[in-house]
């Protein structure tokens, strides 16, 4: 029997404020990338193997989605182990993606060797990342620093 495949990715309802661009005093914003009780959700997209069907969720519909989950064998995602899974729990959605795209890439790339807690212990963070030179530290942190939490070491 084929196991039953989720790929999901949402997005969050409020902004997130930075110290580089004013706030805009006719849009919500959160405390920050860390504040996943304060983003909310505007849309959660999903596609399931065993119907072959995509389908668009929102904060209304959450209870919708956690009967997809509680289907799903396998959960997949693109950051959503770092971002995603942590943003749909502070929304009362239980979620535990089991495949990161994200990971992978980090992983097939090869410029990046990192132990992750998140391999050993699905849904935890932190996770840590080891750049290898000639790589820039500021060019990944840039990147990076916002949504998870990193120790880095050259």
């Given at each position: 029997m084929r196991k039953k495949l989720l790929i999901y990715d949402c997005e969050i309802a409020k902004c997130i404020p930075t110290?580089?661009?004013?706030?805009?005093?006719?849009?919500?914003?959160?405390?920050?990338?860390?504040?996943?009780?304060?983003?909310?959700?505007?849309?959660?997209?999903?596609?399931?193997?065993?119907?072959?069907?995509?389908q668009i969720f929102n904060y209304l519909t959450l209870d919708?989605?956690?009967?997809?989950?509680?289907?799903?064998?396998?959960?997949?995602?693109?950051?959503?182990i770092s971002f995603?899974?942590?943003?749909?729990?502070a929304c009362g959605v239980n979620?535990?993606?089991?495949?990161?795209?994200l990971q992978e890439i980090w992983v097939s790339?090869?410029?990046?060797t990192y132990f992750m807690s998140t391999r050993i212990f699905p849904g935890t963070a932190?996770?840590?990342?080891?750049?290898?030179?000639?790589y820039l530290l500021?060019?990944?942190?840039?990147v990076f620093v916002d949504y998870t939490y990193i120790v880095v070491c050259i």
């Amino acid at each position: 029997m084929r196991k039953k495949l989720l790929i999901y990715d949402c997005e969050i309802a409020k902004c997130i404020p930075t110290q580089y661009e004013p706030v805009e005093p006719a849009l919500e914003y959160c405390e920050g990338w860390k504040d996943f009780e304060g983003m909310g959700i505007s849309v959660i997209g999903c596609w399931t193997s065993w119907d072959d069907t995509t389908q668009i969720f929102n904060y209304l519909t959450l209870d919708k989605f956690q009967s997809l989950i509680d289907q799903s064998d396998e959960i997949v995602g693109f950051n959503s182990i770092s971002f995603d899974d942590q943003l749909m729990k502070a929304c009362g959605v239980n979620v535990t993606t089991t495949y990161d795209l994200l990971q992978e890439i980090w992983v097939s790339a090869d410029f990046l060797t990192y132990f992750m807690s998140t391999r050993i212990f699905p849904g935890t963070a932190p996770f840590f990342l080891t750049i290898k030179p000639p790589y820039l530290l500021t060019s990944f942190t840039n990147v990076f620093v916002d949504y998870t939490y990193i120790v880095v070491c050259i």
